[in-house]
């Protein structure tokens, strides 16, 4: 996507053909700075401190940061070291696991020669991919808020959408984005709720900067605010991204999706989840019961940070000292509070058989466990 005119990525190889270009997003969105990964320990530090963030993005960085460490030493050990390090960086995007793995399998079989240059490959396709993906999952969406348009003879779509599945949690284009940034591109008259989403204000920090510069109209609201909205009609239809879809279509996202699912039950609105199929985690089914939730640093309930009055940013405590705090990064939202799943196959129900229908050598391929170097 654009920023002030100029073609933009998450992430990118540097034209050093060396190391890997990346929007640094705990700066974002009073400080737009890149950074530069050479290492396997940037890489890795970089997903876990959330420089990079978005279950989509983690992928590809991930994938990157196997080439970082093939770079360095292309030996068996290297590859499972690297494969370890990375994949405990985050536990609930599944999209990290499946990029390890592609690259496990793209290059376990390769002579060490040949690895460095085969990762690099792989990982440029896995970004690729990825960008394909948001692409259709856009065109696949794109009719669903046409629809509320025409009906509302044109006046403006109301979508409501948590933490931030834009582009900047994918290489471009976003998933629950995607359908956005396409009906505005074609003129339709949209404009967005963007939750807040505490603690770590992805929605007002990340989806408010980027819809913003692509000139998209939007609201920022506090987290509670999306249930009174939608109780009083002004609420067409909420779009949101996630981490994790089981087998049985249970959705688990950002922390905080769940209540905005209870929601817009209770009130009848359309509550739509856009997913690329590598997030779909066939090997689970129970979603409550079977994905980890990530419990981050009680700092970031704790504190927030923000920009003063003469520009310095700073962070401040918000709670008394020495209250316990709980950080939960995700929630479940049951399969039944999804009115449809938005892939690039199209929009499918939130159902067991539609996913495996829509996606039949993923769901077949859910008994195989994780590859293992071949030495
Ligand atoms: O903790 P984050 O910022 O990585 O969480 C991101 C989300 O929950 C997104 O909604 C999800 O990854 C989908 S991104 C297209």
Known sequence: MKIDGKDWRTVWLESDGQSVGIIDQTQLPHRFVTARLTTLEQAARAIKTMQVRGAPLIGAAAAYGMW?????????ESIERAYAALLATRPT????KRALDEML???RNRSRGERVAVALTRAGEIAEEDVAINQAIGRHGLPLIEAIAAKKKGERVNVLTHCNAGWLATVDWGTATAPIYMAHDKGVAVHVFADETRPRNQGAALTAWELSHHGVPHTVIADNTGGHLMQHGLVDLVIVGTDRVTARGDVCNKIGTYLKALAAHDNKVPFYVALPSPTIDFTVSDGLAEIPIEQRSGDEVACISGKTHDGR??????????????NYAFDVTPARLVTGLITERGVLKAERAALAAAFPKRAGNKLQSRLTVSS
């Open 68 to 76: 970082l460490a093939l770079r360095e030493d292309a030996s068996d």
């Open 93 to 96: 995007a599944i999209n990290l």
């Open 105 to 107: 399998a793209a290059v």
């Open 313 to 326: 940013i700073e962070t401040v405590q918000l709670v008394p000292d020495g209250s316990p705090v709980a």
